[in-house]
């Protein structure tokens, strides 16, 4: 199950064994809230099967602003770390398994793990990869025109585009869902010709 997070991060076995004795596994139905925006995050959780969103209320408009697919890792990574409310609530999407561990084991595994610095250097890439990923997205709406982003989108999240309902696309890509179907409607015609 945490096959991928293993063969990423090579930690002897023994501790492995401890780290993932601390998961609770989950089965739960689609739109299950995990973390409510404003809450205090105090679990971490790896997503085996299903897809989840993080998104915000916007003067009560739901905005999407990420999905997380199989195999990920997510928390509310600010309210998590220092104790803040989130920013963000975290909503299943289809129905998931998923792996819960509380923040004090999650703080006892990266303290050894910052101990060996190549480990530590690999985790801190894994975190800028989710940086970078927000700082792409944010990138979009400045540069990007909404049919732009959403070619973007099915060309690099591909799965996003086939299990995600349109209106949470839509909402991610900072449109409505009539001008969602414009979009793909535009492009269907443009491959035709």
Not at 48 to 69: C, H, M, P, S
Not at 151 to 156: F, M, V, Y
Request: glycine share 4%; with cysteine; net charge positive.
């Amino acid at each position: 199950m945490f096959e991928h997070i293993k063969n990423k991060f090579p930690f002897p076995k023994e501790k492995w064994r401890k780290f993932l004795g601390n998961f609770e596994r989950m089965e739960v139905p689609a739109k299950t809230v995990l973390l409510n925006e404003g809450e205090v995050s105090n679990n971490a959780f790896y997503l085996e099967k299903g897809i989840v969103r993080a998104w915000y209320n916007n003067d009560g408009k739901d905005v999407t602003f990420q999905f997380f697919l199989e195999n990920t890792m997510f928390s509310s990574l600010e309210s998590f770390k220092k104790g803040l409310p989130s920013m963000v609530s975290f909503e299943t999407v289809e129905p998931c398994i998923l792996y819960k561990i509380k923040k004090p084991d999650v703080e006892a595994f990266l303290e050894e793990a910052y101990e060996t610095p190549e480990l530590r250097n690999l985790l801190m890439d894994a975190l800028f990869e989710r940086i970078f990923d927000y700082m792409k997205h944010f990138f979009s709406f400045i540069k990007d025109a909404p049919q732009q982003r959403y070619i973007h989108l099915a060309q690099q999240k591909p799965e996003i585009i086939k299990r995600v309902p349109q209106h949470y696309i839509a909402s991610y890509l900072g449109i409505t869902t009539v001008h969602l179907s414009r979009i793909k409607s535009k492009i269907l015609k443009e491959k035709r010709s």
